[in-house]
């Protein structure tokens, strides 16, 4: 046995009051002669020996009463077989993931614990010890420095906890205790786990542990947010476009601002899963960084609602066409599509620059700043070059030669030790149709009709050992032949229509792309420079650029770092906050690093763990849990019904007669097990948990509460009601709310036979449709369960005058986050309303921020239908509280006239 306030122990002397307030009356009786008293000494006798008893219970049950209720308040505790140590040793881990800032209240889920756990480590005693450990996905503090304190000293320590950008792994922090503990020691030691308690957070089996607790936060919290962002491909410099990846089961509004001041905003639809939603950005210039932040409307765990980028366009490769005819870019000869294939290149179908120029004997190429060469009819190189395009195929650079409509076999000559084919003379073409390529790129040509495709004359081509044959003839002919060990193709026909209809066939874009990727490589991709916070920033200049020797380094929170150059690189150890880095250099390069918190840990996904391997305790309530659980049963419920019990026996001794029938009455109503009263006339939200997401909107009934107080005169209870159809408190609601956006599990008969009792003995059943479709999943489980319970009655839509637009706020329509048709149906029994089906969100129009902004927005939009929507959940709380009360006649003339006045 032990006490929480033991030092109430002191009162304990006060029990002897009574005792002592008996001795004090007691007096000495004084002897009188009088005549023979036998008998009367005899009855004295006997009547004294009974009174004296009946004083001695008395003072003994006064005495008790008072011993008893200092014990209560006292705070006596029954320590069980696992209590029984004189000292505590706890572990607390304290859980620092992103995740912990989900608002609760008002107050981040973090906040709320360190502020119980202060709680807790006042009732601690001082020979107590506790182990702090904070940890995320990896673990907070030094190994070497972890060791016992005292509650007091670890209540000193609290203010340096903060919630980080890290994910969460509990079988670190739990590994790191085994580590530190032998075998022998870990039952003796007491370990509370202070966290969401999330799925994600096992990333790892982790052992139960018989005294290891955990906190239960209910249901799943909603949370949407975005899980990355990229450029959308093809890249187009005019019409860049991101994509960003987001998760919002409601819709809401999309933001994407760049450093330059630019913003893109619109509205997206809700769903489920990962959803694509792009978003295009204005104009930039070739060389400009694209980067900024794309943002949803915050909610209650606002860190993930942003996501910061950073890309860097790709360089459009370069490509120098030589011809020798000026023909070449006239049609019907192949210069003319090719030139206009790639002046449209800004569509995205080639990510090409390419330069045309006519060959003469006195040119000047300056291969260097191409990466690639088209060789159109190569007999008129001379030998320096011919010389030179060898040495720029030698630098890895690409090269395409292309016959002329009359090249002879000769012309290819010079260049004959670089190509992958040998040219022979040309040939008659064959029938119609090209055999597609075999290789990646073959996906571009599967829709495509080769069967039209007619190559009416081209050169025999002759493989060598080192070319790959990329097109053939209909008799296997080989059309473009391309080196494996180097960047050179050699095509056996001219794009000109005299050779083919290529030219003006849509399989000219895949032909391109082909050859393009073989001379070119891969089509370059815009760079990312993304991180995630801790991650070290790091930058190198390249030898062809100049290094400056300093740069500055702007972090997301204004500081400013100067950083030096050394060995042409520049290196920050670490980031620590979520944002644009942007590394300025002294010649006004600048680039920026886009930090985000890691998405990859699924650290957004709150939904709890449905079989944690701890003890779980309640989140608003669990410290007295804990110390439950810890310390033992409390006593005080016993004691206090002893002292009821000794009370009642007092007031039996020392009335007389029928007096003591009240007493023993009110003794008689002690004994039942205690039921819990009601909450006398005050309106209790009540809310159903049925389905996996019974709580979309876990504060709305708050804001609810206060409106109708505001308003009207209804009494309200603070505290909502959620319990099930077979909790026998469900026939103490004049309504229920039943929220969700997917379907419940099937009613069983005999919760059937409970909803159809409750909606027949008077209930009133909503039924709010949060996810957004009309004709899904809930709606088809509403419709289902419905005429299980009703067979003969169905769900109507709610027309003009009916009692639920009149109840308080005089209405025309049904309103809510969006807008459907029929957005709001009922079901009607014995004359008034028993079920309201509501698919135009009506909850949502309540839900809030922490600082008072909406969620979600409204669809299609404006203030008006915001509030419209909140006078609506008034008007069918006080149907449901009143009836068809403004139905009555009486309020008719007034009623008219309002709605021919046009109010809303």
């Known amino acids: 046995m032990g006490f929480l306030s033991p030092f109430i122990l002191w009162a ?58 200092v014990l209560s308040y006292a705070g006596p505790i029954r320590y069980g077989s696992a209590t029984k140590e004189t000292r505590i040793d706890l572990a607390v881990l304290v859980d620092e993931s992103y995740s912990m800032g989900y608002l609760e209240g008002g107050k981040t889920r973090f906040s709320w614990l360190m502020n119980s756990l202060s709680d807790l480590l006042k009732q601690m005693k001082p020979q107590d010890r506790v182990l702090l450990l904070p940890f995320s996905d990896h673990i907070g503090a030094p190994m070497k420095n972890l060791a016992w304190e005292t509650p007091n000293a670890t209540l000193k320590n609290l203010p340096s906890l903060r919630v980080g950008y890290g994910g969460t792994d509990f079988s670190l922090p739990l590994k790191a205790l085994r580590a530190l503990w032998p075998d022998s020691d870990v039952e003796k030691h007491v370990v509370l786990v202070l966290s969401d308690g999330a799925k994600h957070g096992f990333r790892a089996p982790v052992e139960k542990l018989n005294r290891t607790f955990g906190i239960d936060w209910g249901p799943r919290s909603h949370n949407d947010y975005i899980h990355s962002v990229k450029i959308s491909e093809p890249f187009d410099a005019k019409r860049p476009a991101l994509t960003v990846f987001t998760h919002n089961r409601k819709p809401t509004s999309l933001a994407v601002s760049t450093f330059s001041g630019q913003k893109v905003e619109r509205p997206i639809q809700g769903g489920d899963g990962i959803r694509e939603n792009t978003l295009l950005l204005p104009k930039i210039n070739s060389d400009a960084l694209i980067a900024g932040k794309a943002s949803l409307r915050e909610d209650s765990l606002p860190v993930d609602d942003s996501f910061f980028f950073s890309f860097a366009p790709p360089h459009p490769g370069s490509i120098l066409c030589l011809y020798s005819a000026p023909s070449f870019l006239e049609p019907p000869h192949g210069g003319y599509f090719l030139k206009k294939i790639l002046d449209n290149s800004a569509r995205g179908l080639l990510p090409y620059q390419i330069t045309f120029r006519e060959a003469g004997p006195d040119a000047m190429w300056n291969l260097s700043s191409y990466q690639a060469v088209i060789l159109s009819h190569p007999g008129f190189l001379s030998q320096r070059e011919a010389q030179e395009l060898k040495e720029f195929v030698g630098q890895g650079k690409g090269l395409w030669v292309i016959p002329g409509e009359t090249s002879p076999s000769r012309d290819f000559d010079s260049l004959k030790s670089i190509l992958p084919s040998g040219v022979g003379p040309v040939v008659r073409g064959e029938s119609s149709g090209l055999k597609s390529p075999a290789s990646k790129s073959a996906k571009d040509w599967q829709d495509l009709d080769l069967s039209q495709i007619q190559i009416t004359r081209y050169h025999l081509l002759e493989n060598k050992k080192n070319g790959d044959v990329f097109l053939k003839s209909p008799q296997g002919y080989p059309l473009l032949i391309c080196a494996h060990n180097s960047r050179v193709c050699v095509s056996a026909f001219s794009l000109g229509i005299e050779d083919s209809n290529l030219a003006v066939h849509p399989a000219l874009i ?84 886009a930090v985000n918190a890691n998405r990859n840990l699924n650290e957004s996904d709150l939904t709890p763990k449905k079989d944690p391997p701890w003890r779980s305790l309640d989140a608003h309530s669990w410290v007295g849990e804990f110390m439950k659980n810890l310390k033992g049963q409390n006593e005080r419920s016993a004691i206090l019904f002893l002292v009821l019990a000794f009370f009642c026996a007092e007031m039996f001794l020392s009335s007389k007669g029928k007096k003591i029938f009240p007493f023993l009455f009110l003794f008689l109503l002690a004994l039942p097990p205690r039921v819990k009263a009601l909450d006398s006339d005050a309106f209790i939200w009540t809310q159903l948990k049925m389905g996996p997401n019974w709580d979309p909107y876990p504060n709305a009934y708050r804001y609810i509460l206060s409106f109708v107080s505001q308003l009207t005169s209804v009494p309200v209870s603070p505290e909502r009601r959620a319990i099930t159809l077979e909790d026998p408190e469900l026939f103490l609601s004049p309504m229920v709310i039943l929220a969700g956006e997917e379907s419940p599990e099937n009613l069983t008969p005999q919760e059937i036979r409970i909803l159809s009792d409750y909606i027949r003995a008077g209930g009133i059943l909503w039924i709010e449709n949060d996810s957004g479709v009309a004709g899904g999943g809930f709606e088809n489980w509403t419709q289902k369960t419905l005429k299980a319970a009703f067979p003969q009655l169905s769900l109507r839509p709610v027309e003009l005058g009916n009692i639920l637009f009149k109840t308080f706020f005089l209405m025309k329509e049904a309103s809510g ?84 006045s046009g109010i809303p």
């Open 12 to 69: 304990l002397p006060a029990a002897l009051i009574p005792w002592l307030a008996n001795l004090w009356i007691r007096r000495q009786g004084r002897k009188i002669e009088f005549s023979s008293l036998y008998l009367i000494r005899k009855i004295q006798s006997q009547t004294l020996s009974s009174s004296n008893l009946k004083n001695s219970l008395l003072t003994f049950l006064r005495c008790a009463i008072i011993f008893l209720l």
């Open 510 to 593: 895949a032909f391109l792309r082909l050859v393009f990727e073989k001379i070119m490589g891969p089509v370059q991709k815009p760079k990312s420079y993304q991180l995630t916070v801790g991650d070290p920033i790091v930058k190198k200049w390249d030898k062809n650029s100049a290094a400056p020797e300093n740069v500055l380094l702007k972090t997301p929170n204004g500081k400013k770092i100067k950083l030096h150059v050394q060995n042409r690189s520049v290196f920050f150890p670490a980031t620590t906050l979520p944002g644009l880095y942007e590394l300025d250099a002294v010649n006004h390069e600048r680039f920026f690093y």
């Open 817 to 900: 986050l969006r807008i459907e048709n029929p957005g709001l149906e009922t079901l009607d029994y014995n004359g008034r309303i028993a079920v309201i089906y509501d698919r135009d969100d009506l909850l949502g129009v309540w839900e809030e921020d922490a600082l008072g902004r909406p969620l979600y927005p409204v669809i299609p939009g404006g203030g008006l239908q915001r509030e419209l929507g909140k006078r609506l959940t008034l008007n069918i709380i006080l149907y449901a509280l009143t009836g068809d009360y403004k139905a009555d006649a009486v309020h008719q003339p007034y009623l008219i006239e309002k709605m021919r």
